[in-house]
């Protein structure tokens, strides 16, 4: 009995034991639950470091997998599906070639990852890095090991994916963190989130309100039980990083898929985007607006010539290098325009900018400020295409001749460009704003600028104008300027001219006094006849310099000057015509002041300026002003009595450069010819 007695309990025991073992595995079970966890960075690094999140990695099960896109569009601007587990992360924030992203304004899609074998799925990690809306992430996360009877291996959006042999993961919102570097990682506390063949992401935007939303993911990774880890590399080298001249904006420029345009990028991009970034900020800029403080270039194979998202720039390397000595600086120069635009700014149901100013506002600030020499927009272009129609809206360079000529009668001042940029920018822009700045609807300024572009394509191209007759020709005379390009012609003590300078219809034109500059001929003259033509604007002052030599400080330092001016109007006391501070003409008996014989600002005069040893003339308009001899005591009395005498090489050199003065106003130049004159050894212009 005794026994019986002690089997009993003991049976109990056991079956209570048994019991007890059977829920403690079952309450296990139910606590085994799928942990996500997230890491987040405001700026971020490129090693994607976390303190709770594992390392990217470059080993992991995705690195075999197949990724296909089932839903949505992949953004043109973004790299592929291969991005997502190619074992690399990008080295910045705003990297869309080294990302994969869902095309602006959709509602993001679903990709498949079929992995090379069942697998024991320890952890689903995923990274993305955006400076924007477009860090966050926001997807669901299924997985099936494609045994269920009823299995459905390409689960499109619009079938419910648990009726067809998929199970739920985990669902993923890191929207609540912003900004910046975003990784999560998902796992299980049982030790994996089971054995599957199939994983399905679900993934969708980071808001609607705006088309930018859809975040960049960078890197995914599937990690197996017991299998090892190799950490992920960073995408590229380190990029060159430069600041804009003004120190406000840091720019990098990423050749790391195209090392051969390094060297390219260093010595002529980077320098050209430091001194251009605050220029076009300064020309479409108003007190509402901070400009991007960093923007950068991603130069690699792709299609097309360069695109912006943002204040990423990408640039197709294969068409860059056959451009270097042609478009290449003035289309990357186009994008960074559409960066300081930010027209993605607008809400949803706001006024959406035009496409001919989103495009037209670039191809107006490349063709006419920074480039202009390049005739890409401008009536020379046009006279090439006579059959096009004139219409604001026709072509993107269309639309910048015709922001030119708006701006150039209505808003010399850079705020009619700033008004209409902003109203873009805010998705406030209609067709009236026009009517609001310029007092004239849209089509009224359509027409005008169309009537005056038809006048001068019915002009006879250049006909008489930088052209010379074979009599000129055998009287020794040669062209200064060839009525197309700056050829013969450059800024002092620098290569190249300064943006100032444009070639425009055929006129050699200082535009903006600001950044212009004096012009220099790359020829040196001793004695010469200089004839040309000037049309000055109200109030201006300009000037024509010789035997101007790179000593000097400036070109007035070294070379007497032939004043150029608006009479009526400028500030200065020395008129057109007089060699300033030392020569001025006789009074006009009939009006007791000093003779003028200049027309009026915005009308044309012609000047004739003769330099030789035995004398020396001023002209203008066929009426002789004064005559002077260089190496006379009446000279040398004249100039020790002026500001020059503090300058110990005024007048000095005998020969040299022709300067026209570019920084007291608007003022062209036409028909500029000169021929030498003899000069003997006995008598040499300007020896003392």
Excluded at 203 to 229: H, K, Q, R
Excluded at 529 to 543: K, P
Aim: overall charge negative; aromatic content about 10%.
């Amino acid at each position: 009995m005794m026994t019986t007695a002690f089997r009993r309990p003991f049976a109990s025991v056991l079956q209570l034991a048994v019991s007890v073992s059977t829920l403690l595995i079952f309450t296990s079970l139910l606590c085994a639950a799928v942990r996500t966890v997230t890491g987040h960075s405001g700026e971020g690094v490129a090693s994607f470091a976390f303190t709770d999140v594992p390392a990217p990695s470059k080993s992991d099960a995705a690195t075999g997998a197949k990724f296909t896109l089932l839903n949505g569009d992949a953004d043109s601007n973004g790299g592929g599906t291969e991005q997502l587990h190619d074992g690399k992360v990008p080295t910045e924030a705003d990297a869309p070639g080294q990302n994969f992203f869902f095309a602006a304004g959709t509602s993001g899609g679903r990709i498949l990852v079929e992995l090379d074998h069942l697998t024991e799925v320890k952890q689903v990690n995923s990274y993305s890095w955006h400076p924007d809306a477009r860090g966050p992430q926001v997807y669901k996360l299924y997985a099936s090991d494609g045994t269920a009877a009823n299995f459905n291996g390409r689960p499109f959006r619009g079938v419910n994916r648990e009726t067809v042999g998929w199970k739920m993961i985990a669902a993923v919102d890191t929207r609540a963190k912003g900004r910046g570097q975003h990784g999560v990682s998902i796992a299980n506390s049982a030790g994996i989130l089971g054995k599957f063949r199939m994983l399905l992401f679900d993934f969708s935007p980071t808001e609607t309100a705006d088309d930018f939303g859809n975040t960049f993911y960078s890197e995914i990774d599937v990690v197996e039980l017991g299998a090892p880890v190799e950490l992920a590399a960073s995408t590229s080298a380190v990029p060159i990083v430069i600041q804009s001249a003004d120190g406000y904006c840091e720019i990098r420029i990423d050749t790391g898929k195209a090392p051969e345009l390094s060297e390219w990028a260093e010595q002529k991009l980077a320098p050209t985007l430091a001194a251009w970034y605050p220029k076009i900020v300064a020309l479409m800029g108003s007190n509402e607006f901070s400009a991007p403080k960093s923007f950068s270039v991603a130069i690699r194979p792709g299609d097309g010539a360069a695109a912006t998202s943002g204040a990423r720039i990408t640039a197709n390397s294969t068409w860059l290098k056959g451009e270097l000595n042609g478009e290449a600086l003035g289309a990357i120069v186009h994008e960074v325009v559409h960066v300081v635009q930010q027209y993605g700014g607008g809400r949803r149901n706001d006024s959406r900018a035009p496409a001919w100013l989103i495009e037209g506002i670039p191809d107006y600030i490349r063709f006419f400020k920074y480039e202009p020499e390049s005739h890409g927009a401008d009536i020379i272009w046009l006279r090439g295409r006579r059959n096009t129609d004139l219409n604001y809206d026709r072509l993107y360079r269309i639309s910048a001749n015709f922001l030119d000529y708006v701006i150039e009668h209505y808003g010399r001042d850079n705020a009619l460009l700033a008004k209409v940029n902003a109203a873009c920018r805010q998705g406030s822009y209609s067709d009236d704003l026009w009517k609001d700045i310029t007092g004239k609807p849209l089509a009224e300024l359509n027409a005008e600028w169309k009537a005056v572009v038809k006048r001068q394509l019915a002009t006879k191209t250049e006909t008489g104008i930088h052209t010379l007759s074979d009599a000129e020709k055998s009287a020794g005379w040669t062209s200064l300027f060839n009525g197309v390009d700056f050829t013969g012609w450059h800024n002092l003590k620098r290569e190249g001219v300064r943006p100032g300078w444009q070639v425009k219809d055929g006129l050699l034109v200082c535009v903006d006094p600001h950044d212009a500059g004096d012009l220099v001929t790359t020829g040196k003259f001793s004695a010469f006849e200089l004839e040309l033509d000037y049309n000055i604007s109200e109030g201006g002052n300009s000037g024509i310099i010789y035997h101007v030599t790179d000593e000097g400080g400036a070109v007035w330092a070294t070379g007497p000057e032939f004043q150029l001016e608006d009479n009526a109007r400028a500030a200065d006391p020395q008129r057109c015509g007089w060699l300033y501070g030392l020569y001025q003409p006789p009074d006009d008996p009939q009006t007791g002041k000093p003779l003028d014989a200049t027309k009026p600002a915005g009308e044309w005069n012609h000047i004739r300026l003769v330099i030789s040893p035995d004398k020396c003339e001023h002209s203008v308009n066929g009426v002789k002003y004064f005559e002077y001899v260089m190496s006379s005591d009446d000279f040398k009395r004249r100039v020790a009595a002026s500001k020059f005498s503090k300058m110990p090489l005024f007048a000095k050199s005998g020969s040299g450069h022709l300067a026209l003065q570019g920084d007291h106003g608007q003022i062209s130049f036409r028909n500029l010819k000169i021929r030498a004159l003899p000069v003997t050894a006995e008598s040499g212009v300007g020896k003392p």
